[in-house]
């Protein structure tokens, strides 16, 4: 059994170990918070250039280029076309 006047200091030890403990916990949350920031940072701006591509690859005018050059198409001729 511990004596009394152990008690205190074997407690305070333990109290400043678990502060300790608990600070070290704080310093790596926010490291990883800073990391993930940066991560969502680097996705959303990804995220935009995919979006301006995409709006790039999807113009109608690249299309017709596209067809017309890779595909050998051309635009329909009026008896080609069906109207409802």
Sequence with gaps: ML???LL?????????AGQIWVSHLRYELSLETQ???TEKQDAL????KLRLEL???TR???LRQLAQ???GMA???PEQVVNP
């Design 69 to 71: 050059q890779k595909l």
């Design 75 to 77: 635009p329909p001729k």
């Design 3 to 5: 004596k009394p006047w």
């Design 8 to 16: 205190v200091p074997v407690l305070a030890g333990l109290l400043s």
């Design 55 to 57: 709006a790039n690859m």
């Design 45 to 48: 701006g990804q995220a935009s």
């Design 35 to 37: 990391r993930l920031n």
């Design 60 to 62: 109608p005018e690249r």
